[in-house]
């Protein structure tokens, strides 16, 4: 591997992956089938493409004196009579787990209550706006990097500091960062590292789920919200195809420039400690090992390829852990209603992608943003 220049890449998911865009699947512009699928739709084209004039007059009526809890009854009723998804503006299909099919029908289909009609905001991934397919946001992998790298650079140098709360800053934090790289803006290596965004080979595999909140320990007390929190996420074994550029560095003031090679092994490196740290944490709550076995299998796939394989970690809920730095960690915790919160050099939770809200077996639950990045 050169020390500079663009490298091709491969990313493959070992685990869910949602990376926030601020958009919401919204009650009015989806149904979920009875077959467990959520389709989405822009409202507009909807009542454009519906081609019936009584449909429109009632959901123009329905619009001036009723609440969206009833239009959104009026559009199911729609889509479930024979309509044809995609000829009346369908832009999204996405698999939804059985438990919230279920729990939709149920209390938005067949109840006459808007109460928890809120509670089925569904938060999306990032995605294409001419497809609508999702895509892996370039400064979601560059953030991974950085922290890597930096992390690697207080390691060798032994820098450390004790958690607390004028540590847990950002401020502090970004004053750290400079002071590690040795930069200012204008100098900062960074600057010369370019990774593009990430898009899908072929149709990557998405399904809506929970996200869930375990305590660390077995035998604390349970830390999930009672209220329901869906959310869309990118599915395991999907690969993403992008490009990383390092520059050589013509600023001499650059003194520490990025090394491709260095690179890749300060990302293992860190990277693949919290890896170990969260699978004995799994072992320790009886969750199973499905992202460490998916790992095996393909760098043992891989092994004989010659590319140059790195763990990484990217997107929401994937812990603290994973986006301080190792030795100078300074992580929150709450301790709950009027009670002062404690700072720790790690996180007494970890968020996992659930089939159910409160599952009865950890067999089917996830850790969050898992990922395999391969020069290709």
Same mark, same amino acid.
């Given at each position: 591997?050169?020390?500079f220049g663009t490298f091709n890449v491969r990313l493959t998911l070992l685990s869910p992956v949602h990376i926030g865009c601020g958009e919401d699947f919204e009650p009015t512009n989806f149904v979920i089938t009875d077959d ?12 454009? @493409?519906? @081609? ?40 999204? !299909? ?118 869930? @909140? ?19 996420? !990118?599915?395991?074994n999907s690969e993403f195809i992008g490009s990383i550029t390092i520059s050589n560095p013509l600023d001499k003031r650059i003194q520490e420039p990025i090394k491709a ?69 300074? !992580? ?29 077996? @950890? ?14």
């Amino acid at each position: 591997m050169n020390d500079f220049g663009t490298f091709n890449v491969r990313l493959t998911l070992l685990s869910p992956v949602h990376i926030g865009c601020g958009e919401d699947f919204e009650p009015t512009n989806f149904v979920i089938t009875d077959d467990g699928r959520l389709l989405h739709f822009d409202f507009m084209k909807f009542l454009k @493409n519906i @081609n019936n004039p009584e449909v429109c007059r009632s959901l123009s009526k329905d619009f001036s004196e009723k609440d969206l809890f009833y239009i959104h009854k009026l559009i199911y009723k729609i889509y479930t009579q024979n309509y044809n998804y995609k000829k009346i503006g369908c832009t999204s !299909i996405i698999p939804v787990s059985a438990e919230i099919k279920d729990r939709y029908k149920e209390q938005i289909i067949k109840n006459n209550t808007s109460d928890i009609f809120n509670q089925f905001h569904i938060a999306r991934t990032s995605f294409c706006p001419n497809t609508k397919e999702p895509y892996i946001p370039g400064s979601s992998i560059k953030g991974a990097l950085r922290t890597s790298w930096i992390s690697g650079l207080a390691e060798k140098r032994k820098i450390t500091t004790q958690p607390d709360k004028q540590n847990s800053s950002d401020h502090y934090a970004k004053k750290k960062e400079n002071e590690l790289l040795n930069c200012s803006f204008q100098t900062d290596p960074f600057r010369l590292l370019k990774v593009s965004d990430f898009y899908a080979e072929g149709k990557p595999a998405r399904k809506i789920v929970y996200k869930i @909140n375990k305590k660390k320990e077995p035998n604390s007390t349970r830390a999930s919200s009672d209220i329901p929190i869906i959310l869309e996420t !990118i599915q395991p074994n999907s690969e993403f195809i992008g490009s990383i550029t390092i520059s050589n560095p013509l600023d001499k003031r650059i003194q520490e420039p990025i090394k491709a090679k260095e690179l890749f092994e300060s990302i293992n490196k860190y990277f693949f400690r919290a890896f170990k740290r969260e699978s004995e944490t799994l072992q320790r709550l009886n969750i199973t090992l499905s992202t460490p076995i998916l790992y095996n299998s393909i760098v043992t796939e891989k092994r004989d390829s010659h590319h140059t394989l790195a763990l990484l970690r990217i997107g929401q809920h994937c812990g603290a852990e994973c986006m301080t730095l190792e030795g100078n960690r300074s !992580i929150k915790i709450k301790q709950g209603p009027n009670q002062p919160a404690v700072y720790k050099d790690h996180s007494t939770t970890i968020w996992l992608a659930s089939e159910k809200h409160t599952p009865d077996a @950890n067999d089917e639950l996830h850790p969050f943003g898992w990922v395999l990045l391969e020069e290709i």
